[in-house]
Nanobody, 120 residues
């Protein structure tokens, strides 16, 4: 059974840093691609960063150079290191896992989200 559990959110001042974690089960045993998304109040959910099982990463232009996505396969955990945070980064951050069979996405799973608030 696939489980995704995010942690690490909180209140931080502008310019500060946070590290989000997504502990997983039932994911890293398979071909997968992982991602962080976020959703601010009144807005649609948007992609923040993705990483595949070769470690290839992609970032939204809004966070490029400030955020870094990484994965620890031994711990089955996904991370998002966020630096130089801005008030507009305030959102609920979600972890997403896609499980592949060959090149086909067989399953997609989401965590429950963790709140990040950037405010002075």
């Amino acid at each position: 059974q696939v489980q995704l559990v995010e942690s690490g959110g909180g209140l931080v001042q502008p310019g500060g840093s946070l590290r989000l974690s997504c502990a997983t089960s039932g994911v890293f045993e398979y071909g997968n691609a992982m991602a962080w998304y976020r959703q601010a109040p009144g807005k649609t959910r948007e992609m923040v960063a993705t990483i595949d099982n070769r470690g290839v990463t992609k970032y939204s232009d809004l966070v490029k150079g400030r955020f870094r996505i990484s994965r620890d396969n031994a711990k089955s955990t996904l991370y998002l290191q966020m630096s130089s945070l801005k008030p507009e980064d305030t959102a609920v951050y979600y972890c997403r896992a896609q499980l592949f069979s060959g090149l086909i996405v067989q399953e997609e799973h989401w965590g429950q989200g963790t709140q990040v608030t950037v405010s002075s």
